[in-house]
């Protein structure tokens, strides 16, 4: 166990890895632990949406991850054995118009290549103070200057810091397995709603495809519909739960700090929870980098939280109605409202997470400043120009060809550099760095 590191991070999961990954690109020196022996066999997590592509593009990870998982560009929707239409990922304002769709160990797996992770490693007792933190890992007692949980719902951080959580418990309940997929759909995903509840099923890399089906109760004798699912039983790698929603009153206490689930969670009914935990790794990322303090951390991704667990929540409470009375205004609602032209883009948008990318933008503007000469007000205009862009997304390039980069050519020998800008924020800098090169203009991201 090396003690000369200055982050200690609890949790091998995908949240914690990538955190590991960011501060290693950043120069800060980490180390990893997790307490169970081995990467759990089962999957659970597997939707990895088009911001955190981003975010792994950056690490230059997005090319392998993409290799190996399968590209969702579709979504259809059934209602009592009707097709009602699809939600289509082709045309939403991203550079990867898709959902990615990886087992969470082939996530964890690339994310853990060449990082120091100690496994079988249990943190049993922390004592912050001003100036970092003193843990007792196994037998040792060791110092850092930070100690970060990315340990999940149960999170032995939060319990050793004191930390009080909130927690909620959702009245449905699913079962969820992967099976061999013999259903012809190839990449489609596909909702199905009815009278007696809501099925959803996703291809997996390896001709399988996930099924998560509503249940009455923890452990159903299968007797349901779908082939996939009648008559299995209760197998290997097969779970039943039942959503939860937990908060933690705080995100750090000292120099202790919570991360991910630890933090937070949401249903995973629409595959939101490891995204948004990602989002929380690259901003603490950047914060830790800068020693800052983590108020604005805390600001920002409790209020992305709220939102996103919000709309999970919504998204459950409409699927999950049972009866005929429900179904109907169920499939009308769904036909007539969500799918018809204009909203069905918005739609995509938002299973595909970009406006909650908006959303951590606005909690983090860009600022472009002059590195050799700094104009203040210059830089306000500037500031007011990001901070439009920020709301208006889908139009950024417009905007900054319009208002940034012209404004940049008129002075082209002049450095300038793009701080801060935050997570889901790669692929605006992508963008303007090309750009900014195409017309020989100066311009660094830090």
Same mark, same amino acid.
């Given at each position: 166990?090396?003690?000369?590191?200055?982050?200690?991070?609890?949790?091998?999961?995908?949240?914690?890895?990538?955190?590991?990954?960011?501060?290693?690109?950043?120069?800060?020196?980490?180390?990893?632990?997790?307490?169970?022996?081995?990467?759990?066999?089962?999957?659970?997590?597997?939707?990895?949406?088009?911001?955190?592509?981003?975010?792994?593009?950056?690490?230059?990870?997005?090319?392998?991850?993409?290799?190996?998982?399968?590209?969702?560009?579709?979504?259809?929707?059934?209602?009592?054995?009707?097709?009602?239409?699809?939600?289509?990922?082709?045309?939403?304002?991203?550079?990867?118009?898709?959902?990615?769709?990886?087992?969470?160990?082939?996530?964890?797996?690339?994310?853990?290549?060449?990082?120091?992770?100690?496994?079988?490693?249990?943190?049993?007792?922390?004592?912050?103070?001003?100036?970092?933190?003193?843990?007792?890992?196994?037998?040792?007692?060791?110092?850092?200057?930070?100690?970060?949980?990315?340990?999940?719902?149960?999170?032995?951080?939060?319990?050793?810091?004191?930390?009080?959580?909130?927690?909620?418990?959702?009245?449905?309940?699913?079962?969820?397995?992967?099976?061999?997929?013999?259903?012809?759909?190839?990449?489609?995903?596909?909702?199905?709603?009815?009278?007696?509840?809501?099925?959803?099923?996703?291809?997996?890399?390896? $001709?399988?495809?996930?099924?998560? *089906?509503?249940?009455? +109760?923890?452990?159903? &004798? #299968? /007797?349901?519909?779908?082939? %996939?699912? !009648?008559?299995?039983?209760?197998?290997?790698?097969?779970?039943?739960?039942?959503?939860?929603?937990?908060?933690?009153?705080?995100?750090?206490?000292?120099?202790?700090?919570?991360?991910?689930?630890?933090?937070?969670?949401?249903?995973?009914?629409?595959?939101?929870?490891?995204?948004?935990?990602? $989002?929380?790794?690259?901003?603490? *990322?950047?914060?830790? +980098?800068?020693?800052? &303090? #983590? /108020?604005?951390?805390?600001? %920002?991704? !409790?209020?992305?939280?709220?939102?996103?667990?919000?709309?999970?929540?919504?998204?459950?409470?409409?699927?999950?109605?049972?009866?005929?009375?429900?179904?109907?205004?169920?499939?009308?609602?769904?036909?007539?409202?969500?799918?018809?032209?204009?909203?069905?883009?918005?739609?995509?948008?938002?299973?595909?997470?970009?406006?909650?990318?908006?959303?951590?933008?606005?909690?983090?503007?860009?600022?472009?400043?002059?590195? %050799?000469?700094?104009?203040?007000?210059?830089?306000?205009?500037?500031?007011?120009?990001?901070?439009?862009?920020?709301?208006?997304?889908?139009?950024?390039?417009?905007?900054?060809?319009?208002?940034?980069?012209?404004?940049?050519?008129?002075?082209?020998?002049?450095?300038?550099?793009?701080?801060?800008?935050?997570?889901?924020?790669?692929?605006?800098?992508?963008?303007?760095?090309?750009?900014?090169?195409?017309?020989?203009?100066?311009?660094?991201?830090?």
């Amino acid at each position: 166990m090396r003690s000369d590191v200055e982050i200690l991070i609890v949790g091998a999961g995908p949240v914690g890895l990538l955190l590991a990954r960011l501060l290693r690109a950043r120069g800060r020196d980490c180390l990893v632990i997790e307490k169970r022996p081995a990467a759990p066999a089962y999957s659970m997590a597997i939707g990895i949406t088009p911001p955190s592509l981003e975010i792994l593009e950056g690490l230059g990870l997005a090319e392998e991850f993409v290799s190996r998982g399968v590209k969702i560009t579709d979504a259809h929707i059934h209602e009592n054995g009707r097709y009602l239409g699809r939600v289509s990922f082709e045309k939403i304002p991203a550079a990867h118009r898709f959902i990615l769709s990886l087992p969470q160990g082939e996530t964890v797996e690339i994310l853990a290549r060449g990082l120091p992770v100690w496994r079988g490693v249990e943190l049993t007792g922390l004592q912050p103070d001003a100036n970092g933190v003193t843990a007792q890992v196994g037998e040792r007692t060791i110092r850092y200057r930070y100690l970060i949980g990315c340990d999940g719902a149960r999170s032995t951080v939060r319990s050793l810091a004191g930390i009080p959580v909130r927690t909620k418990t959702y009245r449905p309940r699913f079962v969820m397995g992967d099976f061999p997929d013999d259903t012809g759909w190839g990449a489609e995903a596909h909702l199905f709603f009815s009278a007696r509840g809501a099925v959803e099923s996703f291809p997996l890399p390896g $001709g399988k495809r996930r099924w998560i *089906a509503q249940t009455a +109760a923890p452990r159903p &004798s #299968f /007797g349901h519909p779908l082939p %996939a699912l !009648r008559g299995e039983g209760w197998g290997e790698g097969m779970s039943d739960f039942q959503p939860e929603w937990q908060l933690a009153e705080r995100f750090h206490v000292g120099r202790v700090i919570l991360c991910g689930d630890a933090a937070h969670v949401m249903s995973p009914i629409g595959g939101q929870g490891m995204n948004v935990g990602f $989002g929380d790794a690259v901003m603490l *990322a950047n914060e830790l +980098a800068g020693e800052k &303090s #983590f /108020g604005r951390y805390e600001q %920002a991704r !409790r209020r992305v939280f709220r939102e996103a667990a919000a709309r999970a929540a919504r998204g459950m409470w409409l699927g999950t109605r049972r009866g005929p009375v429900w179904s109907a205004l169920r499939r009308v609602f769904i036909r007539d409202v969500l799918l018809r032209p204009g909203m069905s883009e918005r739609v995509a948008a938002r299973f595909a997470m970009l406006s909650l990318v908006d959303l951590s933008r606005r909690q983090m503007l860009p600022e472009l400043m002059d590195a %050799a000469d700094a104009d203040p007000v210059k830089l306000s205009r500037t500031y007011r120009q990001f901070r439009l862009i920020n709301r208006v997304v889908s139009r950024y390039r417009t905007i900054l060809r319009r208002y940034v980069l012209d404004d940049m050519a008129r002075e082209p020998n002049r450095v300038y550099r793009l701080v801060d800008i935050g997570a889901g924020g790669c692929e605006i800098a992508v963008w303007l760095l090309r750009e900014a090169r195409r017309r020989g203009l100066r311009l660094t991201v830090t």
